[in-house]
């Protein structure tokens, strides 16, 4: 004779199935917010770090023009040389010029390599995302369907909305019995 299976409690499958909805609804935005990352960098480093830099290099070129201007003028006039400061300022003047064109040099590189870079990696993300909205949701339903169906195999007088399931629909519930058709000797 067959044995009726010892179904006791549905707690640890109203546990998990819950604690599943809090995962999904903390990581589907959390995905969300890295692709806003990802898009918010790509437009930083194409036109705010890049502006930024030339403009950078524009302003320092002037500055560096106006050092050596004042370099050469004391240099051409018979009546002094060269200061050690006009010195000091158009060195550091190029310093700051040489500066700006290497970090324009490398948001240049950085533009160039951040699509093959970051484009595996988003479609990670975006397969992880596909997966929280397609398959999570069928495992949220089908773990529903096994609480129904676990509450009614063990007779347990359950409210429809506890295991995430729309009230009944007047079907009526299979039987309690536990035998569900002749046993297997």
């Known amino acids: 004779m067959a044995q009726k299976a010892q179904v006791r409690s549905l707690d640890a499958i109203e546990a998990f ?30 036109n705010d770090q890049r502006t930024f830099w030339e403009n950078q290099i524009r302003r320092r ?14 240099r051409l006039s018979n009546l002094r040389h060269e200061t050690a400061a006009e010195q ?8 700051a010029l040489d500066e700006a064109e ?19 990696l988003l479609k990670q993300v975006e397969k992880l995302h596909t997966i929280l909205s397609n398959d999570m949701v069928q495992a949220l339903a089908s773990l529903s ?10 007779d347990i007088k359950l409210n429809p909305a506890d295991a995430g399931m729309p009230p009944a629909t ?3 519930a299979p039987p309690a019995t536990g035998e569900s058709g002749p046993a297997k000797s």
């Not at 903390?26 to 969300?32: G, K, N, Y």
């Not at 000091?88 to 310093?95: I, K, Q, S, V």
């Not at 490398?106 to 484009?119: A, L, P």
């Open 102 to 120: 290497e970090k324009l040099r490398t948001i240049k590189r950085w533009n160039r390599e951040f699509d093959s870079r970051v484009q595996p």
């Open 88 to 95: 000091l300022d158009y060195h550091r003047a190029r310093r």
């Open 145 to 154: 369907q096994t609480i129904m169906t676990l509450a009614a195999y063990a």
């Open 61 to 74: 070129t002037r500055a560096v023009e106006q050092t050596q201007q004042a370099l050469f003028s004391g």
């Open 170 to 172: 007047g079907q009526p």
């Open 17 to 46: 199935r819950s604690q599943l909805v809090i995962y999904l609804s903390q990581a589907r935005p959390a995905l969300e917010e890295v692709s806003a990352d990802v898009m918010r960098t790509r437009s930083w480093l194409e």
